[in-house]
């Protein structure tokens, strides 16, 4: 009977993909405060963390670690770079205008690079307020953003003169998941006090 018993809580254990032991045979402890001693526990010890975000990392939660420095340069690039891809528009328009292919084309040469530059825009500014809806949208407007990337240079260069491009939706996102963590950790924390009161009493009587 004992050997039937130590196969089925063997095969119970097998099963659940923990058998209780170590690779040597010996029976395992749980460590206090890991992920094992505290069952739905959040993945990420200590709560959540902050979402980096491109040139800037995680300073933007304190303002801290060049914060400033970091937002004049992104600025600065943005600008810099936007200023650099209208002359070069400006270069590829003279070429079509050189080649002598026809008014019509040239006007929708510029028709379109606006129109793709003002999309870029719009879509970039708004990325950095909300998640996007539909993500098989976003990726399908991919192609049009590339051509007009101009707008979406410019959109950088705007934002970065306020906050990093997409802190205030990260922060928002970051406040309300630390809220709602401690508030998970302060309920666990609460419950086994409740639970030994009863026992406590019924000890007494």
């Not at 209780?20 to 460590?31: E, I, L, N, Q």
């Not at 990420?44 to 040139?55: A, H, L, N, V, Y």
């Not at 340069?73 to 528009?89: N, Q």
Request: charged fraction near 25%; aromatic fraction near 8%.
């Amino acid at each position: 009977m004992s050997d039937k018993g130590d196969k089925g809580e063997n095969g119970e254990n097998s099963r659940t993909g923990d058998t209780g032991r170590t690779g040597d045979g010996t029976a395992k402890t749980a460590v206090p405060g890991s992920r094992s001693d505290r069952p739905g526990q959040d993945r990420t010890p200590g709560g959540p963390q902050p979402e980096t975000i491109r040139f800037f990392g995680t300073t933007w939660v304190g303002h801290g670690n060049g914060y400033g420095v970091r937002r004049a340069a992104v600025a600065a690039g943005a600008l810099i770079a936007t200023v650099a891809a209208c002359f070069v528009m400006r270069l590829a328009y003279q070429g079509v205008r050189t080649a002598d292919i026809g008014s019509f084309a040239s006007a929708l040469f510029i028709v379109v690079f606006a129109v793709c530059s003002a999309v870029a825009f719009a879509r970039t500014w708004d990325g950095f307020r909300r998640r996007p809806a539909d993500p098989a949208r976003e990726e399908s407007l991919r192609s049009l953003k590339a051509i007009g990337f101009i707008g979406s240079l410019l959109a950088y260069f705007i934002r970065s003169l306020t906050e990093a491009p997409g802190e205030q939706l990260r922060r928002t996102e970051y406040e309300a998941a630390a809220a709602a963590y401690e508030k998970r950790r302060g309920a666990r924390a609460g419950n086994p006090a409740a639970r030994r009161k009863p026992k406590s009493k019924s000890k007494r009587g």
